[in-house]
């Protein structure tokens, strides 16, 4: 079945670069998504990248895909206090018979300390 | 202002009581979601709606029923609350089918739920 796991804490300094992992199980055609939550808001779309892909940039973040070992990432380069938020992974599959629902990680608490 | 509007944005409940979640979007989307999310269990899905007319059980449906009511909007209602049901709960809506990419969620900002 579908399965998508996340550490649960990231804390970095403000400058360095932050790095978030998910991994899944699914291994049919999908879609892999990042949302970012702050405190007591939605969910806000980052970024997506389908499983052929290998990497997608998107001003300073950067996904990267390693479909042998199911394993996404999400990178933010000079993380600044405002990107302190919960990142959730998810995944969609594509295709026939797809109902488009969301997988959802357990999400990541990013604090970014200044 | 375009998207998804889930009212209310809060609400206590007694163990029992009953109570029906509105969300609504003005995008013209088919598919429409009701998400549960919990500290730690990121975002859970309760029922979901691939068109207008037809529903489905997501992971964790017991305890909640849903109405497609037209294209634009998809109720959440529990009937009898238990504390168990304390949650945030979150609506969102997808644009196009199941042969397009998926990326057209959007999210409403969600209700939050306390069953005392």
């Known amino acids: 079945g579908e399965d998508v796991e996340q550490s649960l804490f990231l804390s970095v300094r403000e400058g360095d670069s932050s790095v978030i992992n998910c991994t899944y199980t699914?291994?049919?055609?999908?879609?892999l998504y990042w949302y970012k939550q702050e405190p007591g808001a939605g969910l806000q779309l980052l970024t997506y990248i389908f499983s052929n892909m290998d990497m997608k940039q998107d001003q300073r973040l950067t996904v990267l895909l390693n479909k042998k070992d199911k394993h996404l990432s999400l990178r933010i380069a000079d993380t600044q206090t405002g990107d302190s938020a919960i990142y959730f992974c998810a995944e969609s599959l594509f295709g026939s018979g797809n109902t488009g629902k969301l997988i959802f990680g357990q999400g990541t608490t990013l604090q970014v300390k200044p | 202002n375009a998207g998804v509007t889930q009212t209310p944005k809060f609400q206590v409940l007694k163990t029992g009581q009953s109570m029906t979640l509105q969300c609504a979007q003005d995008?013209?989307?088919?598919?429409m979601y009701w998400y549960r999310q919990d500290p730690g269990m990121g975002l859970r899905l309760i029922y979901y709606?691939?068109?207008?007319?037809?529903?489905d059980k997501g992971e964790v449906p017991n305890g909640y029923n849903v109405s497609r009511l037209n294209k634009r909007e998809f109720s959440l209602r529990l009937e009898s609350a238990a504390p168990s049901q304390t949650s945030v709960y979150f609506c969102a809506s997808r644009a196009g089918d199941s042969q397009y990419p998926n990326y057209g969620y959007t999210f409403g900002s969600g209700t939050r739920l306390t069953v005392v």
């Open positions: 699914d291994s049919s055609s999908t879609y």
């Open positions: 995008m013209n989307h088919n598919s």
């Open positions: 709606s691939a068109s207008e007319g037809t529903t």
